[in-house]
């Protein structure tokens, strides 16, 4: 029987967790470290909280290293120390530098959540879902030191519906890539999956996701806004502000909506219709609310949080009003 692929895993985010646990429960692979992010304050009592990766590994009782900066040369000592013959990265959240790149003996893959060249960078299922795409997928590819550049090994695709949410995604995602993460490492380690070039043709780059992006500017299309509460969902959340008319102003973050393609009402102005509430977007369209959470509160429906303002319709406001 051949030697087990010797593997140093580095991730952090939820895609990478499946991915983790396929290369964990093959008798072909051999873990020999899992890296991720150092823990981080979570929750209202800002306790130290390991990545979505890291708790998994635990979970699956394996060594987890919390590396700050993996570029540092006690880090570099230690993998060359292990002497890997391949790194697998997924939502690592660090930008590997040349040294590491070149430290195990085959090659770095990195596990992106989208059908490379479209979408390099840091937010590629957001990106997907506010485009309102009607496929994404993941690629096996090899890292360089360009952003997401490397040659491709494997594109595995999924096709959307319009429907699904940024969390519920990622972990699609992180199954697909899982469900052929082990034969594909092998088929690179042994030379009979080759990458090929992207396509400078098709290149776009997508940024990182601030908490300002989910801030919901009601000129804009209804449909717009509703991709805008699924590709922003858990965060940073597609947010409003609104005001009763007592003239309190309350912060509300849209969980399930539909757009509405048209509508007599300006954008921000809202009504009431069978228990949603309904607010004048762009384009002579609205935005249904049917799920909502405010601040400080938990996910109600409009009904509900109609009845907390006592019956009120409230007033959604305008950006330049903010």
């Known amino acids: 029987m051949p030697s087990p692929l010797k593997i140093v895993f580095l991730g952090s985010g939820p895609i990478a967790i499946p991915i983790l646990q396929a290369l964990a429960a093959s008798d072909q692979i051999e873990l020999q470290a899992v890296v991720s992010q150092l823990d981080r304050p979570a929750g209202r009592k800002r306790i130290l909280t390991p990545t979505p990766l890291a708790a998994a590994a635990l979970d699956l009782g394996l060594e987890v290293i919390r590396a700050a900066d993996v570029n540092t040369p006690e880090f570099l000592e230690h993998l060359r120390q292990l002497a890997p013959d391949m790194l697998c990265v997924v939502s690592f959240g660090q930008i590997l530098k040349q040294g590491v790149l070149s430290a195990p003996r085959i090659c770095c893959v990195n596990v992106h959540a989208s059908l490379l060249p479209r979408y390099r960078g840091a937010s590629p299922i957001t990106q997907a879902l506010l485009n309102r795409d009607n496929e994404t997928g993941v690629c096996f590819m090899q890292m360089e030191r360009g952003l997401d550049s490397g040659p491709v090994y494997r594109t595995l695709t999924m096709p ?150 006592r019956g009120e319709v409230p007033e959604f406001i305008l950006p330049e009003e903010l």
């Not at 919901?216 to 959340?237: K, L, Q, S």
């Open 160 to 309: 959307l519906k319009g429907v699904e949410y940024a969390d519920s995604l990622e972990n699609d995602l992180g199954q697909l890539a899982a469900d052929h993460a082990v034969e594909t490492l092998l088929a690179i380690a042994d030379g009979s999956l080759t990458p090929e070039h992207q396509d400078p043709a098709g290149v776009t780059i997508c940024r990182k996701v601030s908490k300002r992006d989910g801030m919901i500017n009601w000129n804009m299309p209804a449909c717009n806004i509703e991709a805008m509460t699924r590709a922003y969902f858990p965060w940073p959340g597609a947010g409003a502000r609104c005001r009763s008319k007592s003239g309190k102003e309350i912060a509300i973050t849209i969980c399930a909506s539909r757009c509405l393609t048209a509508s007599p009402l300006a954008p921000g102005v809202c009504a009431e219709v069978s228990g949603k509430l309904v607010v004048g977007c762009g384009q002579n369209s609205a935005l249904e609310i049917s799920e909502l959470i405010p601040a400080g509160g938990k996910r109600m429906t409009a009904a509900a949080f109609r009845n907390g303002m």
